[in-house]
Every structure is written in structure tokens, then in C-alpha cells.
């Protein structure tokens, strides 16, 4: 194992944020696998996966059970680690901006890589290796020109020059109080279903293309997307990425930490990336939700402000039209209902007791398209 440090150097003066990344198995085979956890640094059950992940693959490593390099970043996001205010901690937006950390904005990685591409002599065409070379050899030179001008670009950049080339990245957050979900392409579903079965999601969400500019999108979309630019020359979809939602904020135990662990080392196992040995292979579990489209989703909102009352869990299937939670106003003697827009399964709920007007009280995703675009800020 190799422990390298990434420091950022639009730190203030007499400040330092640096990066910690844990570098795995052999560089020379061509394949590699990146992990990330808490991009939005007050997510942390991601983290504490790290730390039971980073011993199981010293063990792996120590055994050259390991086919490919892997990077582990178990604290991504160390400008959000350090956001605290009122003795809470914000990881999910950059004080300064507002920006959201999973939202990269900054940083024009496809547009710079067309841009390469089409001014570059070489072009993608019928040799599949050459375009996987090509292609991630433009990723990392475009990332190397970029000379970003605020903090939370260059941590993202950063970030973006280990993910780039890697065949399997993973982002792990977790949501407010909610069941394992992931999110991924439905071009992949074939390398996402095995990870799905592993976790034992009980939510998949799939879209080409959020618009949303989050960091497994960032990775995994140039690929599709230059696909359609260049039609006739054989392009793979070389990076399978998914944003792996462990559960809820508050489901941080030792338990879970190292049964999601052992769980990604599965599937890495049964991806190729690493070899187990025989009586370490744990059976395929059942998947436990077919893929709903991104555009199933529907966040119910509060329509008034006042003390939140759920009727639901998250974890629960339930039907158009059924009551989710009520609104009470204590002052007007008023409670409003609050009903589920469409059938669905409830995979994540915000926890809130007081509500403001448009408030987000829970996350819903219908089996069914509904037109739903992009995800929460």
C-alpha cells in the first residue's frame, strides 16, 4: 500500500487542505478501480467503509490476490470536513459559494475533451483499444491544463485526475434516513445489477444524464456522450461509476461499516479485479428492486410551513394518493395532508420537524417515467 498526500494549494495563506488517497495492487496491468467517500464531508458511513475496505485489501494486497490498482479515498472532501458552524457540521455546500460538492460545475471536463478531440490528428475509429487510449490520454491531459482559479475546483480536479481512467468508480455518500440506493447509467446496468445484488440495494435509480454535473456523471458520461459524436468508430462505455448511497446519516455502526466493505470486496471479486479465494466467495444475493428510471423520481415537498408529522418510513412501497405526513399549525388549528403525487417506493425521508414552505420531507421513485429532471440542490 502506498500512502499518497494531494494538497491543495488555493489553501489560505497559512492553511492547508490536503487529500489522503491509499493506493493498492499492481499499476502495470491497465485496469484500475477508484473509491471515494464523503464528497459531501458530513456523509459519513461511506468513510467509516473505508476503514474496514482499507484493511481487507492490505490483506488482499499482502496475498497478490489484487489484478489491478486501487485507489481508496476515505475523506474525499477535507474543505467540507472542516465546515463547522453552531456545532454543525455542513459538508454538503461550500460556505463561501453555496455550492454543492457533488455538483461540479467548474469544471468543463467533456467540453474540453470534445474540444481535444476534434483538434487532435488522431481520431477515435474502429480499434477499440486505441479510441479506451486515446480517449482517457485527452481526459488526463485536458485535467492537467486546468488551472482552476477557486478552492472547490481544484479539489475536484484533483479528484478527477485519480478517477478518470479507472474502470469502476465508485462514490459513496448516504442520504438524511433512507435504505441503500444507487445511482448509475442504464447503458451499464449489466455492472451495476451485481453491485445492486451485493449491497442488497433496495432502490436503483437510472439516467443517462441527470444534468446535475455530480462526480460519477462526470466520469461516466463523456463516454456515451462521444458515442453519438463519433457513430461510426467502436467506443467503449469504459468506466462504469455509480453514486452508492449507504443507508442514512445516522446509520454509522461497526456492523455496517464492515458488511458494506465486505460487500464491495465481493464485487470487485466477481468483477475480476481481485481474486478470493474460493471459500471467501460469498453467493450472489437476490436483487431486491428492479431499475426504476431517474425520471421517476418525485421529492414531495411541504405545500405550508409547520411541525411535520410522517406517516411513512423510508423502505416503504405506497400508493397514489396515500398520506405521507401531515403539516400542524399549531397557531391556526390546521393540519394539512400531505399525499404521495404518484406509487412508489419511498427510499429516503429529510428527517425535518419544522417546515418551511417548499420544504423536502421525502424522496419517491416510481417504477414508472413522470418527466422528473435532475436531482435535489
Known sequence: MQHKKHVL?????GASFEINAFHFGPTDTGRKVYMQASLHADELPGSLA????NRRLQELEAQGALDCEIILVPFCNPIGLSQTVFYEHIGRFQLPTGQNFNRLTGVPLYENLLAALQNSPEQPGADRQANLSLIRGKMREVLNALAPARLIDELHITLLKMACD????LDLHCDNRAVMHVYSLPQVWDRCEPLARYLQSECQLLAED??????DEMVSTPWLKLRDVY???????ACFAATVELRGDRDLTHEYAEQDALALVQYLNQQGYIRLPAAQVAPM?????????????AYVVTPCAGIVVYHVAAGQWVDRGQLLAEIVDPIALTVTPVNAPVGGFIFATAGVRLAQTETKLLSLSSPDDIGSVGLSP
Open 231 to 237: 457513430p461510426e468508430a467502436t467506443i467503449p462505455l
Open 50 to 53: 473505508a476503514f474496514y475496505l
Open 285 to 297: 444475493p437476490p436483487l431486491r428492486c428492479e431499475p426504476h428510471p431517474l425520471g421517476g423520481l
Open 210 to 215: 441527470s444534468l446535475s454535473c455530480s462526480f
Open 166 to 169: 479507472a474502470d469502476i468508480v
Open 9 to 13: 494549494s488555493l489553501s489560505a495563506p
